[in-house]
């Protein structure tokens, strides 16, 4: 898919992202989850259907 965007991301079983962490995910384009962040029912679905039954549906 040559005109697919990327998104690059970080999840970690952390229950706080600590803040070197979060500054090297902004320097190399990435976006940085805690699990517990990906089980927030109120959240946006990604674009993945089959990440959104797993992670935000049955996790």
Known sequence: M???KRHYILITA???MPAM???ECKENG???F???DLNDYEQQ???S???NEFWL???
């Open 49 to 51: 259907d089959l990440f």
């Open 30 to 32: 990435y976006t940085p």
């Open 14 to 16: 952390l229950d706080e």
């Open 57 to 59: 549906r049955y996790w």
């Open 21 to 23: 962490l979060t500054k």
């Open 34 to 36: 805690c699990l517990g």
């Open 2 to 4: 040559p005109d697919a």
């Open 45 to 47: 679905d990604s674009e």
